[in-house]
């Protein structure tokens, strides 16, 4: 009502949205990010370096509509880098060695929390192909549907389906379960 | 859900229930001071340059846009509060940032004070806040993190702000369910008008979506609550029930906007399926399928945040607009609503940002309904008054929306 205003500057738009993402979502984030790379320090050096490049991009993306998918794309893509730079890809065991390696600093509610059933679980999830594994961590642990999961990944829905269908199918066969 | 999936869900929640958020590192940012030039810029020290030289364009083009885009007639942008905080205007308003629970004032914006979080309760998630009708109660909830769809217990706290200033201790009111609903956050919480029950929208995680199908009213003076469960659910792609606002129509009588969700959406969902219904919270608990409409608000298929208050009005706020290249640029509009018939009395605000839509939200409203606040992670929060936005002083960006109370 004829009041004058204050022009947001470029750069506090960008500081502000990328930090309230990654505010509200960091902790999701870094378990997304556990959850591929296994290991909780270089999770959180992924979710940090992805937070530290789109901070620095923001303002040039313009703010994409879906941010958040945009967002755990990135922190995927960062964990693939980080087991790329690790040498890691090619380690059956990966999830599993890294719940080893983090024993002596876990504490006695993590040990009782990861049973050996669990551990199974996960090692026979990281002996699948990458877009498996990613595929059924993105449907089972953040519980996103198929058409989210293929707008994450940047695959169709269909292709979603049957990966997610031919892991199921994989990890069952590794725990001696019927389908 | 065969055995393998349900034994690869229990591992995998397991193992990231093994994250504890108060015990992550915080993110290294460029105003936080915790080393983010040795992680991030002096790693890649030629961006630097590029950025802060992107960053002035920006600037520049957006303050043209700015200025471009100032309507006429009720449009105004986000202004700094050169003008006092009217006789009316809650004189605080609380903000939850960096585990803090912190109190404002409204017209200057400077810290009034913190309300001492004892450490059992840093280790819980904070799931909300709101204001009494006196303006300087508020009722807080918190309850366990939990790591899968188990059974959670909030607890409702208050604390004061007394007329000296002083921000009380934290004083437990109540404890919610235990049993039969399994809430994992709220939404919306409002204080009836006579300042004994509380009514929170909880929201109840499943499988593979979530709905905020649950209101709690808790009786402020004997801890007891009643539970309004399910009811309204439908099956629309992954997201169900959203409530976006609670708020008391009279005694016993509450009444809430609610919409479903098509698909996922970041901040807001269910276009086109919003409803005003109302409830009465006086019958002691049950299903949502009590609560009758009283107006379909499918008329409003931008809405991002409703607010109705105690006159038989609602505030209404539509983003909508895209500029040239497609990106969101978008007309906020606040209408008020008669929520009787859903027929636009007259627009409350209106004005052009050059932001995505999905940034901004919610408006809240003060117990009464009738003086609102917008807030958006950019800097523009801020209170509403004659057509104009009054850009909230301290702070910015104001890190959680669920945080803010007034």
């Known amino acids: ?179 | 859900m065969s055995r393998t999936e349900e034994r690869l869900r229990d591992a995998l929640h397991a193992k990231a229930g093994t994250v504890r958020d108060d015990r992550l590192r915080p993110l290294a940012g460029p105003h936080s001071g915790r080393g983010w030039e040795r992680r991030g810029w002096e790693r890649r020290g030629w961006l630097a340059p590029l950025a802060a030289a992107v960053a002035v364009t920006l600037v520049a083009v957006l303050a043209i846009a700015l200025t471009g885009s100032q309507g006429s007639g009720t449009s105004s942008g986000p202004v700094d509060p050169s003008r006092q905080v009217g006789a009316h205007e809650p004189p605080f308003f609380t903000e939850f940032d960096a585990g803090q629970l912190q109190v404002r004032s409204t017209a200057t914006g400077k810290l009034t004070g913190y309300a001492p979080l004892s450490s059992a309760l840093r280790k819980q998630q904070f799931w909300g806040i709101t204001a009494a009708p006196d303006g300087r109660t508020f009722y807080a909830v918190w309850a366990p993190w939990q790591r899968t769809a188990a059974l959670v217990r909030p607890s409702v706290y208050s604390f004061q702000v007394t007329a000296s200033g002083m921000v009380t201790p934290l004083r437990l009111v109540a404890r919610g369910p235990a049993s039969g609903a399994s809430p994992a956050g709220a939404l919306d919480m409002a204080v009836s008008p006579d300042g004994s029950e509380l009514a929170l929208a909880a929201h109840t995680t499943h499988a593979y979506w979530s709905d905020t199908d649950t209101i709690i009213v808790f009786d402020l003076r004997t801890g007891v609550y009643h539970l309004w469960d399910g009811g309204l659910r439908r099956w629309i792609g992954t997201e169900g029930l959203n409530i976006w606002d609670l708020s008391w129509s009279g005694p016993g009588m509450l009444d809430f906007v609610t919409s479903w969700c098509a698909n996922y959406e970041w901040l807001y969902c269910g276009a086109g399926t919003a409803q005003v219904r109302t409830l009465d919270v006086g019958s002691g608990g049950g299903s949502l399928r009590a609560s009758t409409v009283l107006v379909d608000l499918g008329r409003f298929p931008d809405m991002v945040g409703a607010v109705a208050d105690q006159q038989g009005h609602l505030a209404i706020m539509q983003a909508t607009g895209k500029n040239s290249r497609g990106d969101m640029a978008p007309l906020v509009t606040i209408d008020q609503v008669d929520a009787a018939s859903g027929t636009v009395l007259r627009v409350l605000y209106q004005h052009k940002f050059p932001l995505n839509p999905n940034l901004f939200g919610p408006m809240l409203g003060d117990p009464s309904g009738q003086y609102l606040m917008i807030w958006a992670p950019t800097g523009v929060s801020g209170w509403l008054r004659d057509g104009t936005l009054h850009r909230l002083p301290a702070n910015p960006p104001y890190p959680r929306a669920y945080g803010f109370a007034w």
């Not at chain 1, 303002?59 to 922190?75: C, E, G, H, I």
Request: charged fraction near 25%; include cysteine.
């Open chain 1, 1 to 179: 009502m004829g009041m004058g205003h204050s022009p947001v500057p470029a750069a506090e738009l960008a500081t502000a949205a990328t930090s309230a993402l990654f505010r509200d979502h960091h902790g999701e984030l870094v378990r997304l990010a556990l959850l591929m790379v296994g290991d909780l320090p270089t999770a959180e050096d992924v979710v940090q370096d992805v937070y530290a490049s789109m901070h620095a991009r923001w303002a040039r993306l313009a703010v994409p509509d879906s941010a958040l998918p945009y967002v755990r794309a990135a922190v995927l893509n960062a964990c693939r880098s980080a087991l790329r730079r690790r040498g890691m890809m090619r380690r059956a065991d990966m999830l599993h060695r890294a719940s080893a390696d983090q024993r002596p600093l876990a504490s006695a509610e993590h040990e009782v929390i990861m049973s050996e059933e669990r551990r199974q679980v996960l090692a026979a999830l990281s002996r699948l192909p990458r877009r498996r594994r990613e595929v059924l961590v993105l449907r089972y642990y953040l519980g996103l549907s198929e058409a989210e999961i293929a707008e994450v990944l940047r695959i169709s829905p269909g292709t979603v389906k049957s990966t997610a269908a031919r892991g199921l199918a994989a990890l069952a066969r590794d725990l001696g379960e019927d389908t």
